[in-house]
């Protein structure tokens, strides 16, 4: 990937999941029944010959 893709891909994945996750902290009543609160840490890095 080059660096403007990871950026680009890094800003997809927070925009599809922070309103997810911001919403069912404000509400918890929305939560599917068993359904708790995590943290989510995602690691990019290079890997092989660069």
């Known amino acids: ?3 403007e893709e990871f950026e ?3 800003n997809e994945l927070v925009d599809r999941m922070l309103p997810l996750m911001r919403e069912r902290l404000a509400e918890p009543s ?3 029944t068993g359904a708790i609160p995590v943290e989510v840490l995602i690691l990019g890095y290079p890997i092989g010959d660069v």
Do not use: D, N, S, V
Request: aromatic letters at 0%.
């Open 1 to 3: 990937m080059t660096p």
């Open 8 to 10: 680009a891909l890094g």
């Open 30 to 32: 929305i939560r599917p």
